[in-house]
């Protein structure tokens, strides 16, 4: 697994924490557990090395790049939801889905040198881990529609 991949899995984790529990930024990376998250990925069949632990520790600054970059735009992440979310209010969307959102916009607006389109796809890979058999379909449309209704910086593919 990248880098990337592993740190937007941290980061859906982080952020998941911070909404629920109303955590701050600083807390919710601080108590961030990179043994148990290594045990949690090998409890799901991947093989867990030193290899991995030290791609894990690499990961994590760029995770926490993602956590304070979503959370401090936040505001205008979800205002960019809202707009294309029509019949699902932001507060009423699970939780796990609309953390993979927020990260994903985030990285739409900010991190111009992933094309958007890997964005979707690993937004849509992080639903399909982490939320219900609903989300990776549900996640992929709106991420769409936003894509389709607002124009961010870098590469679309």
């Known amino acids: 697994m990248g880098k990337r991949r ?4 941290m980061a859906v984790q982080m952020l998941y924490q911070a909404d629920l529990a109303g955590s701050s930024v ?24 030193e290899a991995a632990a030290a791609e894990a520790r690499d990961a994590f600054p760029y995770a926490c790049r993602l956590v304070e970059g979503t959370r401090g735009r936040l505001e205008e992440i979800d205002g960019l939801i809202r707009t294309q979310a029509e019949n699902w209010r932001l ?5 796990v889905d609309r953390n993979i959102l927020r990260l994903a916009v985030y990285e739409m ?13 690993e937004a849509v890979e992080l639903a399909k881990r982490f939320g219900s058999e609903q989300s990776g379909r549900f996640v992929n449309g709106l991420l769409d529609g936003v894509l389709r209704r607002h124009s961010f910086p870098g590469s679309l593919k």
């Open 91 to 95: 507060e009423r969307m699970p939780a």
């Open 109 to 121: 607006l900010q991190e111009t040198d992933v094309p958007k389109l890997v964005i979707v796809d």
């Open 6 to 9: 592993m740190a937007r899995e």
């Open 26 to 49: 600083p807390e919710v990376t601080h108590a961030f557990d990179l043994a148990d998250f290594l045990r949690e990925r090998a409890l799901d069949g991947e093989l867990q090395n």
